[in-house]
């Protein structure tokens, strides 16, 4: 079991699953939208959202850069903006305070806070944009600076190869990870997942140039906790799970699958 738990689908075929479910008759979120201009004063504010938001409430950000695709709405369509996106199972109440942080920080073009039923999570952040082939990159890190919040907005504030970063705040100051998984539970605060949209191959370089220079950039506030969920198509587990846990996952494949039968996206061997 501590092999499945983040060592990726190189150890088994999970054939069911059982959920245990709580009941969240209503839940309250929704997005803030701002120009792309006023981005660095919402990022900032966010930051200090983050560190005053209570363990109950989830908060994203994003830069993001809509294509001049037909099948985007009017709104949107070529348009940049900064978003914010929060959701808690409680009352409105319980986002009001941190709300009010990040509305102070600009002028919203949209503000879309409601109760929800729990079905409607995925329409939060749901990205108004047709299927693409995609490429990316993830990184960690312990505090959301002025100095890399800026030079998030130096790669990615103006409409390029890149055509979204999120910046996900993954839990509160001091709390662990979970010790019995084999992968990186990060214990890092924050989570910076850049994207490239590639509409054809002939992009794909050039795509993956703009998102490894990135990454390169963003090296040094690097957390060094990946889970390898966060992997890029060019990486491997090495880059995730550390060295004592790699030669241990790989005694285990080679005991419970010396043919190496199961061969997952990203294999030890």
Known sequence: MWALRGGGGNFG????????????????????MFPIEQSEAVLTAYAKATQEAPEQV??????????????????VRGKSFCMVDAITPYEPAALEGVLSTIRAAGSPVADSFTPLSPSGVAEINAVPAPP???????STFDELTPELIGTLLEYAGQPSLIFQVQIRHLRASGEVGHPGVAAADPAAQYMVLAVSIVPVPELQESA???LRALK???APWHADELPPTGLSAWESLQDSISEPDLARLREIKQRVDPLGVLVGNYPLV
């Open 132 to 138: 693409q082939a995609l490429s990316l990159i993830t």
């Open 216 to 218: 390169e950039t963003l």
């Open 208 to 210: 993956e140039t703009a």
């Open 58 to 75: 989830t908060l994203w950000a994003y830069l993001i850069h809509y294509p001049h695709s037909p099948t985007l709405p009017d709104a």
């Open 13 to 32: 075929v999970v054939t069911s699953v059982e959920v245990e479910l709580h009941p969240a008759p209503e839940i309250t979120g929704g997005r803030l």
